[in-house]
């Protein structure tokens, strides 16, 4: 299966996204993901080969396929393929109809010709139902009727009741050629004011894909072997290629620091506008800035493996899931139209019936068709979710699915892992104690086993006690939650881990690590750690909000208790093995929604059982492919935020859709009951999206924690 992935351009609501998706669907492909926030769709195909013949099925449905960043450059649009453009058009056609509201101060009498007005009213009627016509006909064709056809048969029949009237004269009573393009001219201007607001929502991500798109200093060599500068599209870059990066530009791809040092700037990836120091051998992230100095760097990932890549990716697989909230809306979305112009006839008929007159029984059931609004519903839940993710993403908070989100606002207790979470998790070897008085030899036996291990713990014994003597094991494992245990080329057994090796060899069981040879213990290392400087007020945080915290650790009873004091941690459970975690995350979980935060191995399958699993982003790849929440290079410090953009995203969806509801609800019957003109309903039924859109974009400056 070959994953595509194209931009659709002409996508207006939920209801074009469907129609994309169901043709996809007809022509066999899976996995089908269509964003009609920004275009963008995404599916599998077993034939490559169809590929023109999908673009060519996708285009006679109205839409635009763009391929690559390239083919977008190349189109230009003229006036009138856009809303904008459309709008400009058809205004001034619009307002000289709308003259004849002034005939009591300027004599206008030529205005009320009907052959006057329908020569006014022409230009804008062909661009209408070129646009608006054209696109109902073909999600007629496809079986997924869209908005568009309701717009279409409003501003159609006003047109064609008043060229009735027109032709065989029958008076002003027929004249109703400001009505058509009063309608499609509003029309225009709402889905202007709709995408201009809507794109809004995407401004964070689009920030965050702008910055892959740099010049950079590509450094070459020519036949002298003198070094040539080479200024290159970041998008050209290769894995091993050279760059020189210069004070003030941006990283233009993963690199890693060969020579020189600077201060970066990491707020793109982390929130956080503090300058962070690097030198050589440091890795800096592309999209990132250099705020002072220069450096000479080997790219290490280019392209679609950067980090900054993957980010994207990751925010735009969320924001084409659907959380479980907008599947009503869905499912209502889908029989609005056919039910909006059963609504519609029924108005017509029984206005009708009730007034005796046909024509102003007509302006109802054109005001009905004409406020109706499906794309509220549609866009509810996209436009939160973009605003959600894109502010998650800006302040270093990643979130795998939309789900999550959802869920956020349930989390009655967080469980912490200790080492390397709420600690730096940087260790340092404090003191050692060898029994057989050798502490070269020591030193080489600890070196040789801890550097098989992926604890942090073994990482700082191993920077501390780097040997020479290197031991060659004849088979080594690592026993989680214990230690690593060997077996050297004489046959001789070792052992180093936690406290649990030592029982029943020594009292003290204080100790960090401890080292047996053959079942006799030849010493003990200790090692510190620092709480990380955030930890203290995360907690408090989580307290203040009513959420219960707990410790979950592998360390031993006293020190696990000592770091709960310091930072007021509710419970604590301690010396436990990884099954024992999962044993107790999935207890846990049961009592109440919990959220597990971890960055180690030992913690993957904790974090996989909890309601919700939240890494740190430096930790193990195995810790973060089970999360699904990843705070991006400051430790805990946007946990805070990450639970309260989860709950105020979950909110604002409702809120999206309450409103998309009641407005539908309350807005059709009054139509239908005379109280609003088909031109008055136009302007409406624009303006509903727009207010959907600010509700959403406020979740980029809303307080969430």
Not at 344 to 364: D, K
Not at 590 to 597: E, H, N, R, S, W
């Amino acid at each position: 299966m070959q994953t595509v992935q194209w931009k659709i351009e002409g996508m207006t609501c939920s209801h074009c996204a469907l129609t994309i998706n169901k043709f996809l669907e007809n022509q066999g492909q899976k996995n089908i993901r269509v964003n009609p926030l920004d275009g963008d769709v995404s599916f599998e195909t077993n034939d490559p080969a169809l590929k023109d013949q999908l673009i060519r099925g996708i285009e006679g449905l109205g839409y635009s396929v763009v391929q690559s960043a390239d083919d977008q450059q190349k189109k230009s649009k003229r006036l009138l393929d856009t809303h904008l453009g459309r709008f400009l058009f058809c205004l001034p056609f619009m307002l000289v109809l709308m003259l004849h509201m002034l005939e009591k101060w300027i004599p206008l009498h030529w205005l009320m010709n009907p052959w006057v007005q329908l020569v006014l009213s022409l230009p804008v009627f062909v661009v209408g139902m070129k646009y608006f016509g054209t696109s109902a006909v073909k999600s007629l064709r496809n079986g997924v009727p869209n908005m568009n056809v309701l717009v279409t048969l409003g501003s159609a029949a006003a047109f064609v009741y008043s060229l009735t009237g027109t032709i065989f004269n029958l008076g002003p009573d027929f004249q109703f050629y400001e009505t058509t393009a009063t309608i499609i001219t509003l029309v225009f201007l709402g889905n202007y004011l709709e995408d201009a607001t809507v794109q809004s929502t995407q401004r964070a991500l689009k920030k965050l894909a702008g910055s892959q798109k740099v010049m950079a200093n590509m450094i070459a060599f020519d036949g002298d072997h003198q070094e040539v500068i080479l200024p290159i599209e970041s998008t050209h870059l290769k894995t091993g290629d050279l760059v020189l990066i210069k004070n003030g530009e941006q990283v233009p791809a993963d690199v890693k620091i060969l020579w020189g040092d600077a201060q970066v700037n990491e707020s793109l990836l982390t929130g956080e506008s503090m300058p962070v120091f690097k030198q050589a051998k440091d890795k800096l992230t592309g999209g990132t800035l250099i705020e002072s100095g220069t450096v000479r760097a080997q790219v290490t990932a280019a392209g679609d493996d950067t980090v900054l890549s993957g980010i994207l990716h990751l925010i735009r697989k969320a924001q084409n899931e659907k959380p479980p909230v907008q599947q009503l809306a869905d499912k209502i979305s889908g029989i609005f139209v056919p039910l909006v112009i059963g609504i519609a006839l029924v108005t017509l008929i029984a206005n009708w019936f009730f007034l005796g007159e046909f024509t102003p029984s007509l302006m109802r059931s054109i005001a009905v068709l004409v406020i109706a609004c499906p794309c509220a519903m549609g866009l509810a839940t996209p436009a939160a979710l973009a605003v959600g993710l894109g502010r998650a993403a800006r302040s270093g908070v990643l979130f795998r699915n939309t789900t999550t989100l959802d869920i956020f606002k349930t989390i009655r207790q967080v469980v912490f892992d200790k080492t390397g979470t709420l600690t730096t998790g940087n260790f340092r070897v404090a003191s050692f104690h060898d029994i057989a008085n050798d502490p070269e030899e020591f030193k080489a036996i600890a070196w040789s086993l801890e550097k098989y291990a992926a604890h942090p713990v073994a990482a700082g014994i191993v920077k501390a006690f780097k040997s020479k003597k290197e031991i060659r094991w004849k088979k080594i494992a690592e026993e989680k939650g214990v230690g690593i245990r060997a077996e050297d080329a004489q046959g001789n057994n070792y052992w180093i881990g936690s406290h649990k090796i030592a029982t029943g060899l020594t009292p003290d069981l204080t100790h960090n690590v401890y080292l047996l040879k053959n079942g006799l213990l030849l010493g003990w290392i200790d090692v510190e750690d620092e709480l990380r400087p955030e930890a203290k007020d995360v907690v408090r945080y989580l307290r203040k909000s009513g959420v219960k915290t707990i410790l979950l650790s592998g360390d031993t009873v006293q020190k696990s208790n000592i770091v709960a004091k310091e930072l007021g941690i509710d419970e604590v459970y301690a010396e436990q093995s990884p099954d024992q975690k999962l044993e107790k995350i999935a207890a846990l979980s049961k009592q109440m929604p919990t959220a597990m935060v971890g960055d180690g191995i030992n913690d993957a399958p904790a974090l996989a059982k909890a309601t919700i699993g939240i890494s740190l982003s430096e930790a193990s790849q195995l810790a973060v492919q089970q999360a699904q929440v990843i705070l991006m290079n400051q430790g805990l410090k946007n946990l805070p935020l990450a639970l309260g953009l989860g709950k105020h995203t979950s909110l604002t969806i409702r809120q999206n859709l309450f409103w998309a509801f009641i407005y539908n609800i309350v807005a059709i019957p009054v139509a239908a009951l005379g109280f609003l003109t088909p031109a008055f309903s136009a302007l409406v039924m624009g303006l509903s999206d727009v207010v959907l859109a600010i509700n959403s974009v406020r979740l980029f400056v809303k307080k969430v924690n």
